[in-house]
């Protein structure tokens, strides 16, 4: 039997097809916990009927604590030997843990780790570890575990979601997180289950949907200078002297703090404005080409900012961002600017931004004008 563990706070108007597209699996022999964790009272009573619909189903009402703790009070009731989960506002297709079983079964492995969409709107991109298919010990992931040395790609996607854990392990790990980690409490349970495990297999297999709503979109920069980061890298930090691999993976998490500090508190490089891109002189004019999560995070530091004025806002799927009322135009726009300074790429995939470069060389932008994260930043 698979438990499967689904974390929800307030999401209602998304429950019905994240539960639904569970209860609707293939394999059948699933265990699925719906943890409350303090949601309304009409998010609550619809787990509840939930539960009267499939007997399946176990509910569980905590006052709120955030996903880790959620994650953990359903892991303490899971009767499976092998624990998935699915957040409350996504969804899983019908033949997700069938395959993920599946893999399992062939190889007797430990944990299995699986690829996944990433929607937005209609369109899904899919995301895979940097690791083809096929059976791994820890001491094959080790090298290239965290940073798959390209800024910023990982070897093994740190995704909770995607993978298939053997409780045992989970026993160890997940309890061991501070519910207090707030930016990277996937990583703090991922990579240390990856140490404890004997056998990993990366699947050919893609089901999961992570879906950026509307209400996600646009998270707050944390402004604070301090680092919010202290107690996830002490976790980590441990799990990887426990294990005596320190040696090998402080590097790659040096790497990993730059990039959550730059994804989440740009702030932090204010020495000169955007350091991570070389610095952008004070009056320049710049676009900003993409919209995601670090295009609206730059764009929000920016506009605060004023040291830099911001010409022209570009995205290839910018009617789906002006949807979400975001001032997002069509990136043949830039032809018609008169004057800039620079375009700022806003991504963090090193392979992604080369493409979007590519882009703009062939639209006729001068590549000198194209900034990146600088070959100092990304340097290990």
């Known amino acids: 039997m698979i438990s499967v563990i689904v974390p929800i706070y307030n999401t209602l108007e ?5 539960v639904g597209s569970i209860i609707n699996q293939t ?27 499939d007997s399946r189903i176990k509910v569980l ?3 709120n604590g955030g996903s880790t703790s959620a994650r953990k009070a359903g892991l303490e009731i899971a009767g499976g030997e092998f624990v998935g989960y699915v957040d409350g506002d996504d969804w899983i297709e019908p033949y997700y843990y069938e395959k993920m079983v599946s893999a399992q079964e062939k190889t007797g492995a430990d944990m299995v780790s699986s690829g996944h969409f990433h929607d937005l709107g209609e369109d899904g991109r899919i995301v895979k570890d940097n690791f083809p298919p096929g059976i791994y010990t820890r001491e094959q992931l080790l090298p290239t575990l965290l940073y798959a040395g390209r ?11 995607t993978k298939l854990f053997k409780k045992e392990i989970l026993q160890k ?7 207090r980690i707030v930016i990277g409490e996937d990583a703090a349970v991922v990579y240390p289950s990856l140490l404890e495990a004997e056998r990993i297999v990366v699947a050919d297999v893609c089901g999961y949907h992570y879906v950026q709503h509307s209400d ?13 980061y202290g107690l996830l890298f002490a976790h980590l930090e441990k799990a990887c002297k426990e294990n005596q691999v320190w040696h090998i993976l402080e590097p790659q998490l040096q790497q990993y703090r730059k990039y959550l500090r730059f994804l989440y508190q740009i702030s932090y490089f204010d020495e000169r404005v955007l350091v991570p891109y070389g ?32 010409v022209l806002w570009t995205d290839q799927k910018y009617e789906i961002y002006r949807e979400k009322g975001l001032v997002v135009d069509d990136p043949k726009e830039i032809l018609k600017v008169p004057e800039y300074d620079f375009v700022l790429i806003a991504n963090t995939v090193q392979s992604t931004a080369e493409m979007i470069r590519r882009y703009l060389v062939d639209k006729g932008v001068e590549n000198r004008k194209i900034l990146w994260f600088s070959e100092d930043f990304r340097r290990v």
């Open 14 to 18: 998304y429950l019905e097809q994240c």
């Open 61 to 63: 009402h905590k006052e």
């Open 173 to 179: 790990t997940q309890m061991r997180v501070d519910n």
């Open 279 to 310: 610095g952008i002189a004070p009056g320049s004019k710049v676009i900003l080409y993409g919209a995601g999560v670090l295009g609206q995070k730059m764009h929000s530091y920016l506009m605060r900012k004023k040291e830099i004025s911001i």
């Open 151 to 161: 800024f910023f790609e990982y070897g093994i996607q740190p995704h909770m979601v």
């Open 216 to 228: 996600s979109m646009t998270k707050k920069e944390r402004e604070e200078k301090e680092d919010i």
């Open 27 to 53: 394999y059948r022999d699933l265990e699925i916990i719906l943890v409350d964790d303090g949601s309304s009272y009409l998010c609550g009573k619809a787990c509840d009927d939930y539960a009267l619909r």
